[in-house]
Every structure is written in C-alpha cells, then in structure tokens.
C-alpha cells in the first residue's frame, strides 16, 4: 500500500506540472470547457464522493473540477488522528485516472503541511494530527517516505484558474492590507521558482482573508477577470457573496456547496449564484 501510495502522488505531482492548460502556475480554461469549482473539502469525505458521483467525468471529458485544501479535517474527537491523508491520496488517484480534468490549486493548509508551519485549529496541532494519521494508516515505517511524495504533490500545485469569461479561482486572495509586498506576478512563474515559504508569496495569497474593491479591481486588471471564486473562509451555509465579485465556497461540511460553470457563458454576479448547488442535492 505504501508503495503504491507513493507512487500515486509522485505521478500526480509528474501529472500536475505537465498540465496542458497550465502556463506558470495558472490554470488557463478553454472556451468548451465546464469547470466544476468546490471549496474546502478539510477531509469530508462523502461530500468528496458526491463530487464524483456529480462530476462523471469519463462521460464529460470537457469537464474539469478544481480541488483544494483537501487535508486537515475535522476529527470525531479531540486527539484523534487526522485521516484525511486518505482522501488527499484518492485525490491524487482521480488525477491519475483523469489528468486532464482532474486539477488542485494551492492552499494554506496544503503549504503548512509542506512547510512543517504549525497551525492550531481549536487547540490541536493539525500539521501533528496529520502525521498522526499518516503513520497509522500507511504504517510508521512508511510515514517520512510518505510526508516526502506528499510534499512533491503538493509542491507541484499551481496556485490559480482563470476561465475565458473571465472568472477567476483560487483558493484566497492575498490580504489587501499588506499588498505591497505581494509579487503579483507569482502566479506566472513555474512551480520551481515559487517561494513557498512563510511570507513570501504563495503564503500571502493563501492565507489572505481582507479584501477590499479596490484590491479586487486591481487584481482583475492583472488577471483578465470580473469574478473570483475562492475558499478559505469558513461559510457556516455553504457560500458568500462579498463585493458582488467574490463568492467563497465551503465543502467541508453537511451544507457544503460546489459551483459548476460553463466557460462560454456570460454571466452577472446572480447568474453565478444560480448556478451552485449543494452536495446534498447529489443522489
Ligand atoms: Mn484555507
């Protein structure tokens, strides 16, 4: 198993940094395409199922879906593992199976895990919990083979998506107050030169919670979009609407919602909003 896991992970890696529509670390969509954006999935792994079960992807070969921040959930108790390992290593299967529609965007929990940046989340060390996890599911003789293929996949994902009707997905924005030192250009640069450290750019875009219209204008002139469709915050009913430009996901969750979208289609902030649907409407 972990063999087999490793080797799941360093292909999808291999899969990710060879994506024929990435330039950069931009994802670029063509006009034919349906993109299937989710929020935070934190480990929940029925609301991962129903996302294939929705998205068929051997059927819809011009549909792609976007994941991100798939690891760190919720445990059933305090000081229980995190297995969410497990649904990062199905991830990394599906994109295997499906490598041209199946892709990941980066996240803060994704780059803490590779970073080893602690963070605590009501008390627990989620990056310790992980581990935790890790090791009791692959085997603690495997754990530091599997953290090593884990931190390749995650290393290789780009940081955003942009759609030719202009809408833009990423999992956050960087924070509007600290934006002089953002390098608005890193979503350009290949994986290699990121700098994923605490700080620099990538961590500024994922971790970045205050947005303003101002920073919203700008970015949309940078990045050729009108909308973005992002994660991060919490959204105790599935979504949010802020600026009428941004709309925040959630999927980690029961009230979890995810948002297909047609890349021909014109849309308005509402047309948007029609558009998503909850996990729990998936039969
Ligand atoms: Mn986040």
């Known amino acids: 198993m972990s063999k087999s896991a490793v080797d799941t992970f360093l ?3 291999d899969l990710n940094l060879n994506d024929n529509i990435r330039e950069g670390s931009m994802l670029n969509f063509l006009p034919h395409n349906q ?42 108790s305090y000081g229980a593992p995190d297995y969410s390992s497990e649904l990062l290593l199905d991830a990394a299967k599906w994109k295997t199976f ?10 803060n929990h994704e780059l803490a895990q590779h ?3 602690e ?29 090593d293929a884990i931190d390749e996949f995650i290393a290789s994902f ?11 997905f990423a999992h956050s924005l960087p924070d509007a107050y600290r934006f002089d ?23 500024q ?4 919670r205050r947005h303003t219209i101002e920073l919203l204008d700008m970015l949309g002139k940078t990045y050729d979009a009108d909308f973005f469709i992002l994660g991060h915050q919490p959204q105790d009913v599935g979504y949010e609407v802020k600026f009428d430009r941004i709309i925040i996901l959630s999927s980690e969750h029961n009230h979890g919602v995810f948002l297909p979208i047609n890349c021909r289609e014109k849309y308005d902030i509402e047309g948007l909003v029609k558009l998503i649907r909850p996990y729990a409407g998936v039969m």
Not at 100 to 107: M, P, W
């Open 35 to 76: 993109v299937v954006m989710t929020g935070d999935l934190h480990g929940h792994r029925r609301n991962f199922e129903k996302l294939i079960k929705y998205c068929k992807l051997q059927t819809s070969p011009s549909r792609h879906v976007i994941l991100h921040e798939m690891i760190h959930e919720h445990p059933e």
């Open 181 to 203: 030192r953002f390098n608005i250009n890193c979503v350009h640069q290949p994986a290699y030169e990121l700098d994923l450290s605490e700080g620099g750019a990538v961590y």
């Open 205 to 208: 875009m994922v971790w970045g």
């Open 119 to 147: 963070i605590s989340k009501g008390g627990r060390l989620v990056t310790n919990d992980f581990e935790r996890g890790v090791a009791e599911i692959f085997g603690s003789e495997h754990v530091e083979a599997i953290l």
């Open 158 to 168: 780009p940081l955003a998506a942009r759609s030719p009707n202009r809408i833009f």
């Open 115 to 117: 970073q080893n940046h």
């Open 11 to 13: 292909r999808a890696a």
């Open 98 to 107: 499906f490598p041209e529609q199946v892709h990941f965007l980066q996240s």
